[in-house]
């Protein structure tokens, strides 16, 4: 599994913070942020496709619904012009700032 590195500026408050709460769940730093990150991650995904769940079906058939909600559950498979397009946009150092 290949790893990516992520760079988070943080005020002294909010690194006080986290710090305590990691060293009392017996977390580094990193580890903490990750999990409560990933947690709060799947809570989102898993609301999104809640609402999907009824709010698709008010907008389309019953057919055209399950093809909708099959294809958001499938999994990701880009295309080889996609990943080309990653390729030369990792070339140009674009920097994520979210």
């Known amino acids: ?3 990516n590195t992520t760079t988070i500026r943080m005020d002294e408050y909010t690194k006080a913070v986290i710090d305590h709460a990691a060293k009392y769940s017996n977390q580094t730093r990193t580890g903490f942020i990750l999990s409560v990150s990933l947690q709060k ?3 989102i ?14 907008v389309l058939d019953e057919e055209d619904s399950k093809i909708f909600l099959q294809a ?6 880009p295309t ?3 990943l ?5 946009t990792d070339s140009l150092n674009i920097i994520d700032r979210t």
């Open 41 to 43: 991650a799947e809570q």
């Open 45 to 58: 995904l898993k609301e999104k496709a809640a609402a999907m769940n009824k709010i698709v079906p008010l």
């Open 1 to 3: 599994m290949a790893l």
């Open 84 to 88: 080309a397009l990653k390729k030369h």
């Open 72 to 77: 958001m559950d499938a999994e990701f498979k």
């Open 80 to 82: 080889q012009e996609l």
